[in-house]
């Protein structure tokens, strides 16, 4: 959306969430809020925005399509604290995010109030969709983990992957290149997302800090469709349908695998967002295990989808960073260890669950089309 057109978008919503006229033009300022991953970025530009707001302003707090947490983000108390200095008018202060986590935050949120029912990526699936394919048995392995851009549980998880007996021979895994300097935008810096290792430091995540920390420095690990981070990013590489055409891509390999390991975008705190890594298991007919937020797969089970928990143990949905991630890899391995034909009965008993995912997906698209 360009600016103008998200000034006018903003006024009429605020409107009806006011009960006023379309077309009343309300004193209004929108401060964009600038996410990578989980963590806010441009901190500094945000408040310096915020506070330039005349106070007789409406604010909205717009975070893009991004599901950023206010809470576990710090964005929360910095506006809070904001508001007190400045003697704002709370009421005058709403959001916009596809995050429809209610108690991550106070203010009203004019994505949920008017915009949209659901997050971008669900509705975008309709530029991607592919049929059902038999499984190439002769190619086949149990497992996928397809990895664009790194952050320490992403690159955690490939780890694990290759590294578990019950695993290394039997999955397919990607890790998108690194863009070049001269071909990304200066914002794309891989690295700074290897952080916090210590807190993962646990003997069943990593059992060797040295070890797991040199590989993490040199994954020996290519991208399956030959696709860069900055592909996402930036649209004359491969057009202005960017993300469908590089969701495809990996669509392609839907026939070679049973089950899908997935890392959401949004991980941390009061928030859910599914992005287009688990849009495409349900596009796929793929059973999904899907590192998340806490609720995640409960919000995936409020918009109608059904997850998993008559096949194998979910608990791990209620848990959050190492809890997660240990209690997920657990119930991985369980299924690791099952016999091939065991694995194909378990994905075969899957397949009710997946198309009925799928005509889920495609009724929210035909809803919002209408």
Not at 13 to 22: A, K
């Amino acid at each position: 959306m360009t600016e103008d057109f998200n000034h006018f978008q903003m006024n009429r919503l605020i409107n009806r969430y006011l009960q006023l006229p379309d077309n009343n033009q309300l004193p209004l300022s929108l401060v964009y809020v600038h996410v990578g991953s989980d963590y806010w970025e441009s901190q500094y530009e945000f408040v310096k925005n915020f506070v330039e707001v005349p106070l007789d302003h409406y604010v909205v707090v717009h975070v893009r399509f991004e599901g950023l947490s206010f809470s576990a983000s710090g964005l929360r108390n910095s506006i809070e604290q904001l508001i007190v200095q400045q003697g704002r008018d709370d009421s005058k202060i709403f959001v916009f995010t596809p995050n429809n986590m209610t108690q991550d935050h106070p203010w009203v949120n004019l994505f949920y109030n008017g915009f949209s029912e659901i997050t971008d990526e669900i509705y975008r699936a309709q530029e991607y969709l592919v049929p059902s394919v038999e499984l190439d048995l002769e190619n086949l392995k149990t497992w996928a983990l397809f990895v664009g851009r790194k952050t320490t549980v992403r690159m955690l998880g490939l780890w694990h992957m290759t590294h578990m007996p019950e695993t290394k021979d039997d999955c397919i895994v990607s890790l998108m290149q690194e863009t070049a300097p001269a071909h990304r935008p200066n914002w794309l810096r891989l690295e700074r997302y290897y952080d916090h290792i210590g807190r993962w430091k646990q003997p069943d995540i990593v059992p060797d800090l040295d070890a797991v920390l040199d590989w993490m420095k040199q994954p020996p690990i290519n991208s399956v469709d030959g696709v860069y981070v900055g592909d996402q990013y930036i649209k004359n590489v491969v057009g202005e349908n960017r993300n469908a055409t590089l969701v495809d891509s990996v669509l392609s390999f839907r026939n070679q695998y049973l089950f899908e390991i997935t890392f959401e975008t949004m991980t941390e705190g009061f928030t859910f967002t599914p992005s287009e890594k688990t849009v495409r298991t349900l596009v796929a007919e793929k059973p999904q295990f899907v590192y998340a937020a806490p609720g995640f797969l409960k919000g995936m089970q409020n918009l109608g989808f059904q997850t998993f928990n008559t096949l194998w143990d979910e608990s791990y949905d209620n848990l959050s960073g190492p809890e997660r991630f240990s209690a997920m890899f657990s119930t991985i391995k369980s299924v690791a260890k099952l016999s091939m034909a065991q694995k194909l009965e378990l994905y075969q008993n899957s397949q009710v669950i997946c198309q009925h995912n799928k005509q889920v997906l495609v009724d929210w698209i035909n809803k919002i089309n209408k």
